[in-house]
């Protein structure tokens, strides 16, 4: 990593009891790229400066609501580098656009706004404003994720035929009256159109399109609601349609007994194949036609560059869910130096997720809520609108 000075960084939401706001701290102190300075992280004013004073933030950067912090930190000369916005879904419009206006750059969590005409106008607010948008699809972050985007781009698998994706769970089995984490996730109102379509399978989604350098042309989807009065999906089976003939399946699943976090990709070309599991983040499956399967290991001989850069620890030393995430931070750290320098990126961050991929995110869930609706009819995402 960089030895570069620290940057301040913001949050909205994310205060006591939310699990993902504990896990962006951690990610963003990882590499000593980002300070939390400020914060908003509650929707109850009092207990929103509580949180911040616990965490150790001056007085008067511990502020009550998003909406006050973004119009101080703006009017500050030690004004705040980045906020992290981690948010239900349906919280994420609002303090994104205002702190973009007020020319902060924004790490938001996914999806990127729970409607896609929100993701929209968030698009066009930072083209008018030039603002920065980083979007935390985690999993992009892995070493050995990026080694198979550096494969896929070097050719090594010939043309490509075949994405493989899978999310599958087993927490949401049962119904869980009560759980914080699980009513958000349950309400359309929260969390948009999609249940497990929006929480996970955008992930797998983002994953396919990350590594390959594709983005889905149509999609046929069936979701389900297997739990008895659950009001979004919690299982979905999409097949996909990809640029030049690539052909798909997804599958995300929160009612999938046995299965804790198995996120898998594998991708399948005419000369050779890939394959990539979540819970064995440090290990790459590729196999040549015709040759016995290799096992490319994280920090091991032979690996891209790209797959160096985001590596921590030596080869045996497991690194993940948390180490992922904070290569998103450090990348995001890289992006606001350099547009704050006036540079241009460097390459390491070319594929860096931001607004074109949380637009394309809103898209595939808008798309596949459609088909569902339709029996499976195939849905162009580009002919997708609110």
């Not at 896990?23 to 509650?42: E, I, K, N, P, Q």
């Not at 702190?99 to 990127?112: R, Y």
């Not at 399948?268 to 590729?286: H, R, V």
Request: charged residues 20%.
């Amino acid at each position: 990593m960089t030895a570069e000075p620290r940057l301040k960084l913001g949050m909205v939401g994310g205060g006591e009891g939310a699990f993902i706001g504990a896990v962006h701290r951690m990610a963003a102190r990882l590499d000593d790229r980002w300070t939390l300075a400020a914060g908003a992280f509650s929707a109850d004013p009092a207990r929103s400066r509580d949180f911040g004073r616990s965490l150790g933030l001056a007085e008067d950067r511990c502020y009550g609501d998003w909406g006050e912090m973004a119009r101080a930190e703006a009017a500050r000369p030690d004004r705040l580098d980045a906020v992290a916005i981690v948010t239900p879904n349906h919280l994420h419009f609002a303090p994104a656009l205002a702190f973009l206006e007020a020319g902060i750059a924004v790490i938001c969590d996914k999806p990127l706004t729970s409607r896609l005409a929100d993701a929209l106008a968030l698009e066009a607010a930072a083209a008018r404003t030039g603002g920065t948008l980083v979007l935390t699809h985690n999993y992009s972050g892995y070493p050995m994720v990026r080694q198979a985007r550096a494969m896929v781009a070097e050719g090594l698998l010939g043309d490509l035929r075949v994405i493989q994706a899978e999310y599958a769970q087993d927490w949401l089995a049962r119904d869980l009256p009560g759980h914080k984490q699980a009513d958000w996730r349950g309400d359309p109102e929260r969390a948009g159109a999609g249940g497990a379509l929006g929480d996970i399978a955008t992930h797998a989604y983002h994953l396919a399109g990350f590594v390959t350098g594709l983005r889905a042309e149509a999609v046929s989807a069936e979701t389900s609601r297997f739990v008895a009065g659950r009001r979004l999906d919690d299982d979905v089976q999409v097949r996909l349609r990809w640029p030049g003939g690539v052909r798909g399946q997804l599958w995300a699943s929160q009612v999938a007994i046995g299965a804790s976090n198995a996120l898998r990709l594998r991708i399948i070309g005419s000369d050779a194949a890939l394959d990539w599991s979540q819970e064995t983040p440090d290990l790459l499956g590729y196999t040549r036609l015709g040759e016995a399967p290799q096992l490319l290991r994280r920090g091991g001989p032979g690996l891209s560059p790209a797959a160096a850069q985001a590596t921590r620890l030596p080869a045996g030393h497991p690194e993940g869910y948390l180490e992922g995430f904070a290569q998103i931070y450090a990348d995001a750290a890289d992006l606001v130096a350099a547009r704050r320098a006036g540079q241009a990126p460097p390459a390491h961050l070319s594929g860096l997720p931001g607004l074109a991929d949380g637009v394309d995110g809103l898209r595939f869930i808008t798309a596949a809520v459609r088909s569902a609706a339709a029996d499976g009819a195939w849905v162009p995402l580009k002919e997708v609108s609110e």
